[in-house]
Structure formats: C-alpha cells, structure tokens
C-alpha cells in the first residue's frame, strides 16, 4: 500500500470506527429482544425485528455527522440471534433494508454518499451474513479503493468461504470471477485479502486465483512500480510456500513463482538499503527474514540463515551473494531449485534462466 492508499485507509478507518452516542432512531429495543429470546416467533415479532432493522439502516444512511453512526452499527450487530425463525426473518430484514440503504445512498451528495455507502458494506462484514454477500458485489470493481477494500472483506470473509465450499450456490462463482476481474483493475491493498482467501479455498480455481495475485505483483515488480511496504509479499510468499509443500515441490510454476518474488524483495531491499532510514528499512527485513525461517528453513536440514545473517551486518554484497546461493544466478542454479526442480523461463537468449529476472533499475 503506497503513502497515499494508507493514508486514505486511516483517515477512512477513523471515520468509519469513532465512537459517539446515538439513539438508534429512538425505536424501542425491548420487542426485538423479546423477539430474540422467544423459541417460536409470532408475526409481531417477526414486524419488530424488521422495523429496528429499518430503524438502524435508515440512520447509517441519513445521519450527517458520520462520527456517530458506528452505534447503530454496533446497535443492529447485537442483534443477531440463533433461533432459525428469528435468524431468517433478521438476515431477510437485513439484505431488504441495507438493499434500500444503498439505492437511497447512491442519491446523496458526493461526501455523504461516500461515507454511507462505506458504512453499509462495513455493516454487511461486521453481520457476517453470506446473505448479505450479493450486496457487495457491485463494489468490487468501484474505483474508490475503500469502497473496494471492504468489499472484498466482505466476500473474503470466512463464514462466505464456509458458504462456497459446501456447494451449490452460484453466488460463490459470481464472488470468484469477480474476485479476479477486481485485483486485476485494483491495487496490492487488497491482493493480501484475496490471497488468503484464495489459498484457503482448497481448489484448484483457489489456485489459480492465488497465483494470479502472485503474476500482478510480480509484474509490479518487473515494471518498478512497488512503492508500498511488502505486507502483501510476505502474504504472497507464505501462501505459495504452503502450496509447494503440499505438492512436495512438484508443481515447478508454483516455485518459480515463488523464487522470483522473493528474489524481487530481496534485491530492492539491496538496491534501496543505503537511501532508507532504519524504520524504512524494517519492513523489508521483516519480509525476508520471516520467509527465510518460516519457508525456507524448513525445507533444508541443518540451514543456519544466511540472508538474516548478512543483513544484521549491514552487508548488502553478501545478502545478495547468499541471494545467488539459495536462488540462482545468471551462471548457476541455486539450492532451492536442486532441491525442488523450477527455472526462471527463457532469457534474452532463448535460453534458459537459472537465476532471477533483476528488479526493475
């Protein structure tokens, strides 16, 4: 995420999560808590969870001082019940009213559109309802990145994954497909969401989507647009690992893909290191010395981390010479294709590579 997508996320976090009191409409909460508690429904219950549903949505889309709506979110949230009526009647009154909210929130000035919009998507995460997941759809490709944002944390959300995996229902390939022609107009902000959930996922679509998450950063890389810190890297590294292991090495794609990436981190960590502060330089080193113990160590007996040890001495020449051991460079292949067959594609030269392609200069 680059400086100004982050500070667009804290700005809208602040905006989204301050807290302020605010009378939900001032709708008596006792009939829905009554309703909440009842084991048979009666059609008065079923009206009085509808009206305070209405009652919370309609203040998340008409309040203007947005600072206070999070208590309306909080107000409907609590609400959730187990009773199968109950959980019914609250999840259709749910989608009919947040459904409404976002028609009447689509008329409203510039600003107040913005911010009631981003409230109801934050709504439909916090409910947890795969129900609710259709609504989100359409923001998936909005060019505001926080729209955007919590879109995909609304369709990447576990109880949505539960939903896809069981079958059957053709919201989860709308969610899929979406999710792809998304993170191909979006930006690395959401790529570590969609990587998550596309590794837990467990299908060979799961797959590919992971590894399509992979390609664009990778072509960020190669284009030298990576200004953001490599959160989403060491995500995208992490996830690929564990697919390599579970093939035990013998999809040799996956691994390229792998040792291309991190060979990209680890040399503009080299690149960059004498123009960057201490704390600039952080997360970098994170990133790389994360994956080398947690991915790389694991794969080799007796591995004693060089790439951590070299960048504890400051030594960028030896970080890239261990670099080249582990690797590969343009004269050899490195330790982790002896141990794990992988190459880099065709060079220049039409032969091929046996070392990384170089980050872009």
Not at 32 to 42: D, S
Not at 218 to 230: E, F, H, S
Not at 242 to 271: C, D, M, W
Request: hydrophobic residues 45%.
């Amino acid at each position: 995420m680059n400086l100004r997508s982050t500070a667009l996320v804290c700005l809208v976090s602040l905006s989204v999560f301050s807290l302020a009191d605010l009378s939900v409409a001032q709708v008596d909460p006792r009939p829905i808590e009554a309703a909440r508690n009842k084991t048979v429904l009666e059609p008065g219950d079923l009206q009085a969870i509808d009206e305070f549903v209405a009652a919370a949505v309609r203040d998340i889309v008409r309040t203007r001082d947005f600072s206070q709506v999070s208590k309306a979110r909080a107000a409907l949230t609590s609400k959730r019940g187990t009773q199968a009526q109950y959980v019914q009647q609250f999840s259709e009154s749910c989608r009919r009213s947040i459904e409404n909210g976002l028609q009447q929130a689509a008329n409203l000035p510039d600003d107040r559109r913005f911010r009631a919009t981003l409230n109801l998507l934050v709504l439909i995460s916090e409910l947890q309802d795969p129900a609710l997941t259709e609504l989100a759809l359409p923001y998936l490709g909005n060019p505001n990145r926080a729209l955007q944002y919590w879109a995909v944390q609304v369709v990447t959300h576990p109880a949505v994954l539960e939903k896809i995996k069981q079958g059957n229902w053709p919201v989860g390939a709308q969610i899929i497909g979406q999710l792809r022609q998304s993170i191909r107009a979006g930006s690395a902000t959401t790529w570590g969401l969609v990587a998550e959930f596309a590794a837990r996922l467990g299908l060979a679509e799961g797959l590919s989507l992971l590894t399509e998450v992979a390609d664009l950063r990778l072509a960020q890389y190669a284009g030298g647009q990576v200004q953001d810190p490599p959160q989403v890297d060491t995500t995208i590294l992490r996830l690929l690992s564990t697919a390599i292991v579970a093939e035990n090495g013998k999809n040799p794609a996956i691994t390229g893909r792998f040792a291309q990436l991190y060979s990209y981190v680890i040399q503009h960590l080299a690149k960059v290191y004498p123009a960057l502060s201490g704390a600039q330089r952080q997360p970098w080193v994170s990133a790389i010395v994360e994956v080398e113990e947690k991915c790389i160590a694991p794969v080799f007996d007796g591995y004693e981390m060089p790439l951590r040890k070299a960048i504890e001495k400051a030594d960028m020449t030896a970080l890239m010479a261990e670099h080249d051991a582990l690797l590969g460079s343009r004269t050899a292949q490195g330790r982790l294709a002896a141990k794990w067959p992988f190459d880099y594609g065709p060079g220049p030269d039409g032969k091929v590579r046996t070392g990384p392609r170089e980050v872009a200069k």
